[in-house]
């Protein structure tokens, strides 16, 4: 992810633990990372080995940190609603998949992709949800939504930690 991307979408947040997911042999390949954002809510967040380790170590747990969040859409839409909400789900949520939660957000940013191959599959759009932005793709599935910066969305899938500061 560019650093330009990273700068818009950072918030701050405090990291209040993590649980393991992936274990083998004593050794945690993944986990789940609880934050608590501004307004109090808490959720768990993926926390895999996106840099070839896992970003969030035991000596940030309790501490505010800047994080950036990235969004696997599992189902996306356009809401007549102005409302922006994050709303946490169960820590596991599918066993497989991770922890889902629910945005509800408005578009800041649409971007599409440079290459043009890519920019026939899918886009990304900065979301913002209130207390905080994240990244989502929006699928070639979703283009006939026309969605554009200004739209209200209503977001599910599993929100993975892509950065932290």
Partial sequence: MKNS??????????ILGTEPDTEYMNTVYTQFTLIEFKNGQKTYVFD???EGHMLCTADMIGKTKEIVLVMLVLSLERVASEGK???????????YFG???????????????????????????????????ILIEIDKKYFHLQ???????HIIGRVDLRGIE
Avoid: M
């Fill in 5 to 14: 991307l990273k700068e818009k979408i950072k918030f701050f947040t405090r």
């Fill in 48 to 50: 895999g080995a996106f």
């Fill in 85 to 95: 909400s994050i709303v946490p789900s169960s820590k596991h949520g599918d066993n």
């Fill in 99 to 133: 922890p889902i939660l629910s945005v509800n957000g408005c578009i800041e940013e649409i971007i599409i992709q440079d290459d043009p191959k890519n920019a026939k599959r899918w886009q990304d759009a900065i979301v913002d949800f209130g207390v905080g932005k």
């Fill in 147 to 153: 969605l554009k910066e200004g739209d209200y969305i």
